[in-house]
C-alpha cells in the first residue's frame, strides 16, 4: 500500500473510532511546519468539502522569535497549493518567560498552545487538530508511568469544560516513520526550529526506552502497546485496601 | 537498613496494604526452593504465631522428576530451622503433557499450581502464598501490554470464583535484587531445575525489556511503574467511540 493510502486509512480510523470530527465543524490545524503538522493539514486539507462528514478546515502557524523563516515561506506555498487558509500569528516566547527562568521545550509549547486555543476561540472554531502521532502517545504513556507513576496518555480527543474548541489528534494511528515517509513522498521540506536551546531531554530519554521495548519486543509491539491502551482490564489491576 | 528489615517492612506493606492475612487463616507456602520462595518461607515463618494477625503457616514442595535432589535436603533442613512445616509432592510434569507436545516451564508451572490447590483444599488452607517479586509483576505487565494488548499484570491477591483459597503474593513490592540479597544474608544456596530445557524466553526478552527501560529512565523508575499500576487514570485513556 503507497504511504499515502496508508496514512489516509489510519487518519480515517481516528476520525471514525474517536468520534473526532461531527457534521459542520470548522476544523482549525495548529501546523508547526514540522514532518507531523505537514502530514495532518495535507490530509485534512484533501478532506475538507469532500468527506462524508461535512466539515471546513484551516491552518495557523504561530511564529516565535525562533523562526525560520525561509521554512514558512515553504510552508504558506504548501498551504496555497492544497488550497487550505493560511494564517501566521506572531509571539515572543522569551517575552512571556517569567524572570530567571530558562526557555523549554514546554514552555514554549504551552504558549503556542494558548495562542491556537485564543485564535480558535476568536474565530469560531470547533476543534483544534494538533500533529501528534502514534509514538507520542506511546512516549507520554511511558513517561508519565516511569517519572509520575500514573497509567494514562495523550488522548485522541480532548474535551475541555472551559472551551467548546476540542483537541482532536487525527494522527493517533500513524507512527513517526510514517509522517516522515508521508512528508518524503510529497516533497516537503520541514521548518526548523532555530531556538537553539536542547531542553527536550526528558522526551528523549522516554523515546530511547520506547524503541528499547520495540527493538527487544520486536515491530509488532508498538501496535500492540497502542491496542493496550484502549484495553484496560482493572480487574487485573492491583489496588490497596480502601483505595481500590 | 539491613535487607532483613528491608524485606520484612515491604512484605507488611502488601500484608496490610492488599488486606492479604485475616485473623485464623492458614496459609500454605509453595516453596520451589529458589531464592524468592525461600525469602517468603523465612519470613512467613517468624511472622507465623507472633504476628498481629494470629495465622499459621506451612509449606509444601512440589517435586518434578527434574528434582534437584540434594537441594530439596537443604531446604527440608532450613524449613526444620525456621520450625516450619515442610512437606513434598512428586508429580512427573512430562507425564501429563498431551501427546506431541514438547516440555516448557510454562507448562510445567501450571502443574505446580495445580498440584499446590489440591493440596491445600485437601489440607484445609485459606491462602496459597506465591513468591513472585515487583519484578515478576511489572514484567507481567510489560508482557500482557507488548505481545497481548492488554493492560493488565499478575495480581498481589487472586480471589477465585470456584475455590475458598485466595492466591497471595506477599513479596509484591520486594525487588528480585532483593530477594537475592536475602538470600545470601542467610547463607541459603538456592535449588536448581535440572530440566535442562531452555523456554522462559517470552519472559527472559521481556526482562531485557524491563531491564533497558530502567537502565536509560533510571532506578527510580521502578517504584514510579509499581505505583502507576495502582494509579490508573482512566479519564486520560483513550476509548473507541462505542466501546468507552
Redesign the interface.
Known sequence: MSITRTVSRRIDKAI????LIEPGDRVLIGLSGGKDSVTLAHQLARRAGSFSIPFSAAAVHIRTEYADLAGIDRLRALADEINLPFEQITISVSGRLKPGRRMNCYWCSTQRRTELLRYAQAHGFTRIALGHHMDD?LETF?M??????????M??VLRYDRYPQWIIRPL?WVTEEQTEAYAREIGYEAVRCRCGFDTTSRRK??R??LD??LE??GEG?R???M????????S??????G?G
Chains 1, 2 share one sequence.
Open positions: 471514525f473510532g474517536y468520534g502517545i511511558l508519565n508511568m516511569t517519572q509520575q507513576g500514573e497509567i494514562s496518555t488522548l485522541p493517533a530519554t522516554v530511547r526506552a528499547a521495548i527487544i519486543q509491539a501496535r500492540q502497546m491496542r493496550a491502551l484502549h484495553n484496560v482490564q482493572m487485573y489491576m492491583p489496588s490497596f485496601r483505595r
